[in-house]
């Protein structure tokens, strides 16, 4: 299909492809109920008008096409002489069924009941009823009609069962191909309303999950900063409100942005950087940190999962830095690698397996799940040996899923 082929022009994602198919889709399904979908238990009227004035010519020409194989003249007169026919019928079926509608109303209203709702496939049995006493009947008019026209001696109706019983046979098929069409657009609807329906469930149920991993890490990063801030009072009152200050300032803005599931990689980073800050005023000298970023990376246009990487960084500075006595380096890189943006945090601390302190692994538990929940197999958390003796994190993610359109730009 074209769609497929639009995904070889540079630029143009496979999302955006989806996107362009299934608005195309809806446009086709809309025009399609527009003009062409019979629905006359929603809009009796509309559905009607809709039979006569497109399906009614539709239907009749194609019908003059098959029985008439001599010239024009011959199928148009078919034409118009069943297209009449036709006409007389459906008007017929729509004064009989409105006016049993009315009666039917008020009937239930005595007894002070609702009116019972009826289907599309109730209408078009009840016209299907209606087709050959309303061929008849169309026969007389018509024939009224020309001998009230027409000057000269009068033509007697005449009810030929070969010719009418092949037209009730295809007012019967029209009817029944109403019949089949609509039960498909139903059966389309429900299962379009179902996969909705389903498809929302599982964003409500991994919205949920996401919460609870986010709710379960801001409380490991609060107990972790207070320690920090524990640390510093009797040794140094003075650092330690600084620090009170600064972390309140933190934690303002994580609360605010730990209230949606993305955000900017720039906020991510300045999360890093602050928390660094609070842990430079416990360990001084002893922790140096460098963040680093690649260049041609708008990291105003790149939205990651909120604290997806500052558990990390926390992690090197409680495990691989703290029980080490000459201190240690952290450092935090932002790359690319092909399609895949790197985050990564490396320190030279003790590596795995060494620091005195028992880790739960509830941190690089959540961001796996975090990462398998939002990217699929396509998001992943690496951990390896650092190149200077302690621990390598690399969190990898799909570029083109984190990328969003610079402002101003299409």
Not at 202 to 217: G, N, P
Not at 303 to 311: E, K, M, R, T, Y
Request: charged share 20%; glycine share 8%; aromatic share 12%.
């Amino acid at each position: 299909m074209i769609w497929d082929v639009l995904e070889g022009f540079p630029g143009v994602s496979r999302i955006q492809v989806v996107n362009f198919n299934s608005g195309k889709e809806r446009r086709m399904n809309r025009v399609w109920k527009w003009l062409f979908s019979l629905n006359f238990e929603r809009n009796f009227l509309v559905s009607f008008l809709k039979l006569l004035f497109i399906w009614n010519p539709f239907s009749s020409f194609l019908m003059s096409l098959i029985y008439e194989k001599g010239s024009l003249q011959s199928i148009g007169f078919r034409w118009g002489w069943s297209f009449l026919e036709a006409t007389f019928i459906g008007l017929f079926a729509m004064l009989i069924i409105w006016s049993y509608l009315i009666g039917e109303k008020f009937w239930y209203g005595r007894q002070g009941k609702s009116r019972p709702l009826h289907g599309t496939g109730w209408f078009l049995l009840f016209m299907a009823i209606l087709v050959p006493p309303g061929l008849y009947l169309a026969l007389r008019l018509i024939v009224y009609l020309i001998n009230w026209t027409f000057v000269g001696d009068p033509i007697t109706p005449e009810f030929h069962w070969e010719y009418y019983g092949s037209e009730t046979f295809w007012g019967w098929m029209l009817l029944l191909v109403f019949f089949f069409v609509k039960s498909w657009e139903e059966l389309r609807d429900a299962a379009r309303s179902s996969r909705l329906r389903a498809e929302e469930l599982e964003k409500e149920r991994l919205q949920a999950l996401l919460t609870k991993l986010k709710d379960q890490m801001n409380p490991h990063f609060l107990f972790n900063t207070l320690n920090t801030v524990a640390s510093l009072i009797p040794e140094d009152p003075a650092k330690a409100e600084q620090v009170v200050i600064k972390l309140s300032s933190l934690f303002q803005a994580v609360l605010e942005a730990t209230r949606k599931t993305n955000h900017a990689l720039k906020k991510e980073l300045e999360f890093c950087r602050d928390y660094l800050d609070i842990e430079k005023s416990r360990f001084g000298a002893r922790l140096v940190s460098r963040i680093k970023v690649a260049e041609g990376l708008d990291l105003e246009n790149i939205q990651v999962p909120v604290l997806i990487l500052q558990p990390l960084v926390e992690n090197a500075v409680k495990h691989g830095i703290s029980s080490r006595a000459g201190g240690g380096h952290i450092w935090v890189e932002v790359g690319k690698q092909e399609n895949q943006l790197a985050l990564s945090v490396e320190d030279d601390g003790v590596g795995f397996g060494n620091s005195p302190y028992a880790g739960s692994g509830t941190a690089l538990e959540n961001c796996r799940k975090r990462l398998n929940l939002e990217f699929g197999a396509e998001g992943t958390l690496e951990v390896t040996a650092g190149k200077k003796g302690g621990a390598r994190l690399v969190i990898s993610l799909p570029l083109n899923k984190v990328s969003t359109p610079e402002k101003g730009k299409s």
